[in-house]
T-cell receptor, first 111, second 117 residues
Framework: TQLLEQSPQFLSIQEGENLTVYCNSSSVFSSLQWYRQEPGEGPVLLVTVVTGGEVKKLKRLTFQFGDARKDSSLHITAAQPGDTGLYLCAGGRQGAQKLVFGQGTRLTINP | DAGVIQSPRHEVTEMGQEVTLRCKPISGHDYLFWYRQTMMRGLELLIYFNNNVPIDDSGMPEDRFSAKMPNASFSTLKIQPSEPRDSAVYFC???????????????FGEGSRLTVL
């Protein structure tokens, strides 16, 4: 059972376009993280959100945690080839010392 | 500062052989996690340690897999005997406490790509 569903699984767009990827669950999480993974490397943490409705920005990336803390979105403005990679969301539960990962969204930005 | 260090980066072996993957976590981190990543199943948690003690090994596929952490700076994941379905990228990640609680933030190594023929 996949507790965190990411969509779309694959996305290929042109440089300069905007995009949004989603991370959904029927379960409530106390925290939600987004990681980016490039080929041949391990995932790297981008952001952690912990409050329902929280919005965080990282340059051209905007992360939002759903009000009910069951879902999250990542919006990229004016995508660049350097944004290419696998984006993973991961949820944490109160008191649990481990994360549940989604399957990932594989993003390709074409020059 | 050195990140999480894994070795080997690539391993090709034949079915039935023993495989040992190694990990050096970030100094001062209290937690160490072993994950496996495949296209089909994504990133799966195999086992994690807190202060060198295994806490949850419910993700270990079967008895062929074992993990140890003899000290705070070293861990191994062993597969014996290996099978073709074990082919995957194995990641080690470390983490730390903040304010007395687990931070929830993982720092991953670059992974060990295992191919079992």
């Amino acid at each position: 059972t996949q507790l965190l569903e990411q969509s779309p699984q694959f996305l290929s767009i042109q440089e300069g376009e905007n995009l949004t990827v989603y991370c959904n669950s029927s379960s409530v999480f106390s925290s939600l993280q987004w990681y980016r993974q490039e080929p041949g490397e391990g995932p790297v943490l981008l952001v952690t959100v912990v409050t329902g409705g929280e919005v965080k920005k990282l340059k051209r990336l905007t992360f939002q945690f759903g009000d009910a803390r069951k879902d999250s979105s990542l919006h990229i403005t004016a995508a660049q080839p350097g944004d290419t990679g696998l984006y993973l969301c991961a949820g944490g539960r109160q008191g649990a010392q481990k994360l549940v990962f989604g399957q990932g969204t594989r993003l390709t930005i074409n020059p | 500062d050195a990140g999480v260090i894994q070795s080997p980066r690539h391993e090709v072996t034949e079915m039935g052989q023993e495989v040992t993957l190694r990990c050096k976590p970030i100094s001062g981190h209290d937690y160490l996690f072993w994950y496996r990543q495949t296209m089909m199943r994504g990133l799966e948690l195999l086992i994690y340690f807190n202060n060198n003690v295994p806490i949850d090994d419910s993700g270990m596929p079967e008895d062929r897999f074992s993990a140890k952490m003899p000290n705070a700076s070293f861990s191994t994941l062993k597969i014996q005997p290996s099978e073709p379905r074990d082919s995957a990228v194995y990641f080690c990640a470390s983490s730390f406490l903040t304010g007395g609680a687990w931070s929830g933030e993982l720092f991953f190594g670059e992974g060990s790509r295992l191919t079992v023929l």
